[in-house]
């Protein structure tokens, strides 16, 4: 359990400097080959799943098609032109939990602290699993300690892990798409926001206080832009979930909220969802990958920039 200790811890850490990596959804999968040192991304690509493949879980086996998978992967790989075997891997959101806790203050020794994460964790989840582990991150803010928790069952990574192992790549690192998209923006300058991550099954919700990350929260969806007369009932939905976050914020943090930051994850956009969401509230929106000096087109930035976040930024820890 070592080592998967290690991956998962990969999550707030700096890690392995990584040249490669995939994301993993159920509608699409998409991969990114890069140069760290000319920050660059010299091959790419987004490749459409069929539906069913992978259906999201925390506790449940995720992949129905392993075969048609590893074709997949291995497709990837050619338009990759991978040399070296190492990669990073995002799985789908719903497989992995994120808590921001607070404490007064934390033991200094690692074991009791670790003791007491694990207290409150178990506080959070009545069932925990028997096979869950998880890493952590701790954050002074407002004179307290926030811990930033991911915690995810090994069994349910092994298994995307398994289809990657097949076909001769090492995952070194396993995270989520919208802790990656932390790391493409300079916070420090930026200020006080909330990063909406919009896919079409899920919204995820990160709120930024004082550079770091305050709250994650993760609400169902189903947003399809092809379904034009769902659309405004279910935008509606997304944007009262922003909302109610940024007043949840700014109640408890007593901080003004400045921005809000957006990624769209969608295959297609007949819908312009960016402009309905910008008509809805008084603060700036922003799309995320505005964020990002690269050689892409839009739709590209959009799709791959929890890849970017996931690799790129690590170089400029170097």
């Keep these: 359990m070592a080592n998967f200790f290690y991956r998962i811890a990969n999550f707030f850490t700096q890690g392995p400097v990584l040249l490669a990596a995939f994301q993993l959804t159920p509608r699409y999968m998409s991969g990114i080959h890069c140069s760290p040192k000319e920050r660059k991304v010299k091959h790419h690509f987004i490749l459409p799943l069929k539906q069913g493949v992978i259906e999201p879980s925390f506790d449940k086996k995720n992949i129905k098609d392993p075969s048609y998978l590893e074709e997949k992967i291995r497709e990837g790989m050619d338009r990759l032109h991978l040399a070296k075997k190492d990669i990073g891997l995002l799985v789908p959101?719903?497989?992995?939990?994120?808590?921001?806790?607070?404490?007064?203050?934390?033991?200094?020794?690692?074991?009791?602290?670790?003791k007491i994460i694990l207290w409150r964790l178990k506080k959070q989840m009545p069932h925990f699993p028997d096979?869950?582990?998880?890493?952590?991150?701790?954050?002074?803010?407002?004179?307290?300690?926030?811990?930033?928790?991911?915690?995810?069952?090994?069994?349910?990574?092994?298994?995307?892990?398994?289809?990657f192992s097949h076909l001769h790549l090492k995952v070194k690192s396993v995270s989520i798409p919208t802790l990656s998209l932390y790391n493409l923006v300079d916070w420090e300058n930026e200020g006080d926001a909330i990063v909406a991550n919009i896919e079409e099954d899920h919204i995820s919700l990160?709120?930024?206080?004082?550079?770091?990350?305050?709250?994650?929260?993760?609400?169902?969806?189903?947003?399809?832009?092809?379904?034009?007369?769902?659309?405004p009932q279910?935008?509606?939905?997304?944007?009262?979930?922003?909302?109610?976050?940024?007043?949840?914020?700014?109640?408890?943090?007593?901080?003004?909220?400045?921005?809000?930051w957006v990624r769209l994850g969608f295959l297609e956009t007949e819908a312009d969802i960016g402009s309905r969401l910008a008509g809805n509230f008084s603060l700036p929106v922003v799309q995320i990958?505005?964020?990002?000096?690269?050689?892409?087109?839009?739709?590209?930035?959009?799709?791959?920039?929890?890849?970017?976040?996931?690799?790129?930024?690590?170089?400029?820890?170097?």
């Design 206 to 231: 990160m709120a930024i206080i004082d550079s770091e990350v305050s709250l994650y929260r993760l609400k169902m969806s189903s947003l399809d832009p092809r379904s034009e007369i769902l659309v």
């Design 93 to 114: 959101e719903l497989c992995l939990k994120v808590f921001v806790l607070s404490f007064d203050s934390l033991p200094l020794s690692p074991k009791e602290k670790d």
């Design 234 to 260: 279910k935008m509606d939905n997304i944007i009262k979930e922003v909302e109610n976050t940024i007043h949840f914020i700014e109640d408890r943090e007593k901080k003004k909220v400045g921005c809000l």
């Design 131 to 163: 096979d869950a582990r998880f890493s952590f991150k701790i954050i002074k803010q407002n004179k307290q300690e926030k811990v930033i928790v991911g915690l995810a069952k090994a069994s349910l990574v092994r298994e995307y892990e398994d289809l």
């Design 289 to 318: 990958e505005s964020s990002m000096a690269f050689d892409l087109n839009l739709k590209e930035k959009q799709m791959l920039s929890p890849l970017i976040g996931q690799v790129l930024w690590k170089s400029q820890k170097d």
